[in-house]
């Protein structure tokens, strides 16, 4: 689980790794959110490094302290391969 306090938007919350031996092109990895939701509005992932940020701060209410985010892992190879995995993030303002 990741925990944040005091979100901004544009901060750097974490990363995703992952890891294709295929060699050129083929083994270029892109990040994604997989998540079709308001998500979306909150986080983003850069295509090429994996870094997760924060787009907007929710409400500082408790119904948004707490995201599951699925973040999809996809090389450029044919046919295309992908991973996906949960990372759980935790909005603390008060630490």
């Known amino acids: 689980m990741l925990q944040v306090a005091a979100p901004q938007p544009g901060q750097i919350i974490g990363r995703m ?8 092109d083929n083994g270029m990895v892109d990040y994604e959110l997989a998540n079709e939701s308001e998500l979306q509005n909150f986080f983003g992932v850069d295509r090429t490094s994996s870094e997760l940020f924060v787009q907007k701060a929710p409400r500082n209410d408790s119904s ?3 995201f599951h985010l699925l973040l999809r892992a996809c090389d450029r190879g044919r046919p295309q391969l992908c991973s996906t995995e949960d990372f759980y993030v935790e909005f603390n303002p008060d630490s």
């Open 17 to 24: 790794m992952a890891v294709d031996l295929d060699e050129g």
């Open 64 to 66: 948004y302290a707490m």
